[in-house]
């Protein structure tokens, strides 16, 4: 298993601002997905983070927007930026240890823009 | 592309009795593998049950059992003896198989509620 650490759990933002959010694995991954739930909706793939590579966008989400790091096999980030209240959402990070065994979560960052 | 369809958006059984929910999806993949997860009010996602395409034989983890019905592309759960522990989002996903890096499409969720 996997357990994944991310920060922070919950933060109340300004409209324009931006926010990073981190999530750190206690093993080496080669892949970490960074999911979207919006209120009272399913997870929504914004992306996957390749470690030595630039991340590779789902549909409907573009860099500028949401940047994403990923320095090392133990660690990404991603950045909400120049947010809006449609930003307002929870913002999971996921990894899977090996190809369709499971995908492990973290427990979340909900975001709130006002 | 793959989508997964839940029809169901909110289930409400009493407390020990069985519950079934529906899953469907649609790929043109072979090699794939779909997902039940869990997310209580913690927004955490815990995995139920999961099972391998190219299995043919239903996946079962304690009280939950899934039918899986390949040609038919349904998924469902099955929660036996329910309890209130149980009450949480349900989410259907799909994973496709191979070398990608693809990672897991979902449903829109059943809200599942268990009544003392």
């Known amino acids: 298993s996997a357990v994944i650490s991310q920060k922070p759990s919950r933060d109340i933002c300004q409209r324009g601002t931006s926010l990073t959010i981190q999530c750190q694995v206690d093993?080496?991954?080669?892949?970490m997905f960074w999911y979207r739930q919006q209120p009272g909706q399913s997870l929504t793939l914004i992306a996957t983070a390749n470690q030595g590579s630039e991340a590779t966008y789902e549909s409907g989400f573009v860099i500028d927007k949401f940047p994403i790091s990923r320095p090392n096999l133990t660690f990404s980030t991603l950045t909400v930026s120049n947010m809006s209240p449609e930003d307002s959402s929870i913002y999971l990070c996921?990894?899977?240890?090996?190809?369709?065994?499971?995908?492990?979560f973290g427990q979340g960052t909900r975001l709130t823009v006002v | 592309a793959q989508t997964v369809t839940q029809s169901q958006p909110e289930m409400s059984v009493q407390e020990a009795e069985t519950v079934t929910l529906s899953c469907t999806y649609d790929t043109s993949e072979n090699n794939y593998y779909l997902f039940w997860y869990k997310q209580p009010p913690s927004r955490q996602m815990i995995l139920v049950i999961r099972?391998?395409?190219?299995?043919?034989q239903n996946a079962t983890e304690n009280r939950f059992s899934v039918n899986f019905q390949k040609a038919a592309k349904s998924f469902s759960l099955k929660i036996s003896d329910s309890q209130l522990g149980d009450t949480a989002m349900y989410f259907c996903a799909f994973m496709k198989g191979g070398g990608g890096a693809d990672g897991l499409t979902f449903g829109k969720g059943t809200h599942l509620i268990i009544q003392p």
């Open positions: 099972q391998e395409a190219y299995k043919q």
């Open positions: 996921s990894v899977d240890l090996q190809r369709g065994s499971s995908a492990f």
């Open positions: 093993s080496q991954v080669t892949m």
